[in-house]
């Protein structure tokens, strides 16, 4: 993923109409935001490349060569315990000839890529490539100790594991603020994941459904509509570790209901 910080393509003054401090009307996002390739791009850099993001709980992999599989963006990424314990995120893919190396999620005691068996330990490092390091056909030119898998800067906070292609974003503590504090009756460094869910691709514009819950009262008004009694300006459905100072902005989904 590219770390360049590209620029916006759509003026940012265009997205004012969509958003108010106010009583006033909120209207869509310029129609861009919701097609647009370039501007897709723009969000997979500004966002993706350049936050910290959970990629799951360490709890799923509890044991040394534990591991599962993700994609972040648009990388695929092996999440794993080492030997020491500690949890590493590599890049899934072969730095051979690009193959994907593990599906799904497992254990193991080594990464074996399924094309040309080249292999990896459990830490990303080359440990063999047929042909190329074996004692009677050694490849002199060859330094098995240039290869590795990329490591994806992470950080485990309270169990979960947080991953950042920024090598020069802050640290992940000073992101969460005092949120540890908030959370502490919660004692979710104790907290074990269960099944995970595997989320499938969604037929329909996401930025469509999150972008409001001013619908919630009328389309949804004989259900669960009932929970958002127009949540415009109301600030008692606000959850309390809103610490905006620190850059912790909740998401306002919990009615007071
Ligand atoms: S692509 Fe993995 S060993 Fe060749």
Redesign the pocket.
């Known amino acids: 993923m590219s770390n360049k910080l590209m620029k916006s393509p759509i003026p940012i003054a265009d997205f004012d109409i969509s958003y108010s401090e106010g009583d006033g009307p909120v209207y869509s996002m310029p129609p861009e935001v919701f097609v647009d390739k370039e501007f897709y791009e723009f969000e997979m850099n500004a966002v993706w490349a350049h936050e910290w993001f959970c990629v799951g709980h360490a709890s799923d992999i509890p044991k040394s060569g534990d591991y599962y599989t993700i994609e972040v963006g648009e990388d695929p990424l092996i999440v794993i315990r080492d030997r020491t314990g500690s949890v590493n995120v590599l890049s899934n893919v ?1 730095q ?4 994907i190396l593990l599906e799904g999620r497992g254990n193991t005691r080594r990464i074996s ?1 399924p ?4 292999v990896y330990n459990i830490n990303g490092e080359l440990t063999s ?1 047929p042909g190329l390091t074996d004692a009677d056909e050694k490849v002199e030119s060859f330094n098995i100790k240039d290869v590795c898998l990329p490591k994806i800067r992470t950080e485990v906070w309270q169990g979960f594991v947080f991953i950042t292609f920024d090598e020069d974003l802050p640290p992940l503590s000073d992101r969460l603020g005092n949120l540890g504090d908030q959370l502490g009756n919660y004692k979710i460094d104790e907290l074990r994941a269960s099944v995970p869910l595997k989320m499938e691709a969604f037929d329909w514009n996401w930025k469509i459904f999150n972008d409001e819950c001013y619908h919630c009262s009328y389309l949804h008004g004989g259900s669960w509509g009932e929970m958002y009694p127009l949540c415009l300006n109301s600030t008692d459905e606000m959850v309390k570790f809103n610490d905006i100072e620190n850059g912790l902005v909740s998401y306002n989904l919990i009615s007071q209901h």
Do not use: K
Request: hydrophobic residues 45%.
């Open positions: 072969c051979h000839r690009g193959m890529c094309l040309h068996a080249w490539a």
